[in-house]
Nanobody, 123 residues
Framework: QVQLVESGGGLVQAGGSLRLSCAGS????????MGWFRQAPGKEREFVAS????????NYADSVQGRFTISRDNANNTVRLQMNSLKAEDTAVYYC????????????????WGQGTQVTVSS
């Protein structure tokens, strides 16, 4: 079982930046691909970004490509999401997840989830 805890959410103006962090329990953290997903009110959960176990491969949703950067630090069991040039449509609860593959964009392929952190972007 991998326990995940997100932090770093908050309120920011459009055009601003936030950095989300996800702390994982020590056991087997580095063996998982990690993903960030988000869910806005009234919408389904959607893929944001993912990273393979070593950090050498990443994948992004088209909507965040070039604005968001995912990274991981296995020594500290942490995965981060740097979010720049934020837009009102980025407002959502953001979740990190431990997934079977960094290539997946399907939340069903992710077995372990954090509790989520709220990101609100004011226009």
């Amino acid at each position: 079982q991998v326990q995940l805890v997100e932090s770093g959410g908050g309120l920011v103006q459009a055009g601003g930046s936030l950095r989300l962090s996800c702390a994982g329990s020590r056991r087997t953290f580095s063996s998982y691909a990690m993903g960030w997903f988000r869910q806005a009110p009234g919408k389904e959960r959607e893929f944001v970004a993912s990273i393979n176990w070593s950090g050498g491969s990443t994948n992004y949703a088209d909507s965040v490509q070039g604005r968001f950067t995912i990274s991981r630090d296995n020594a500290n069991n942490t995965v981060r999401l740097q979010m720049n040039s934020l837009k009102a449509e980025d407002t959502a609860v953001y979740y990190c997840a431990a997934c079977r593959s960094w290539r997946t964009t399907d939340s069903d392929d992710c077995a372990h989830w954090g509790q989520g952190t709220q990101v609100t972007v004011s226009s």
